[in-house]
């Protein structure tokens, strides 16, 4: 059974970093396209970055620049390095993991608190 969890979330003043982190199992992820997403209060789910099996990076324009997506070389982990971040990045921050319709898999979420 496929699992992804998520951790590394916390309250962090403005301006500060965050490194979240995620871990796939029950699988073997090789060829899975691995991304973040967030969901702030009231808002729909966002795309933040995505990853290649081949780590081709993608952002969403607010994060460009401050984030930065990486894979680890097991290639069932993925990290989302958050630099100078802004009031507007709080949300609760999902982990996926893709192959296909039918391999789509997703994380409880980790609550990230941007806040002084």
């Known amino acids: 059974q496929v699992q992804v969890v998520e951790s590394g979330g916390a309250l962090v003043h403005p301006g500060g970093s965050l490194r979240l982190s995620c871990a796939a199992s029950?699988?073997?992820?090789?060829?899975?396209?691995m991304g973040w997403y967030r969901q702030a209060p009231g808002k729909l789910r966002e795309l933040v970055a995505t990853i290649s099996p081949v780590g081709i990076t993608k952002y969403v324009d607010s994060v460009k620049g401050r984030f930065t997506i990486s894979r680890g070389n097991a290639k069932n982990t993925v990290y989302l390095q958050m630099n100078s971040l802004k009031p507007d990045d709080t949300a609760v921050y999902y982990c996926n993991a893709h192959l296909n319709d039918y391999a789509d898999y997703w994380g409880q979420g980790t609550q990230v608190t941007v806040s002084s």
């Open positions: 029950g699988g073997i992820f090789t060829f899975y396209h």
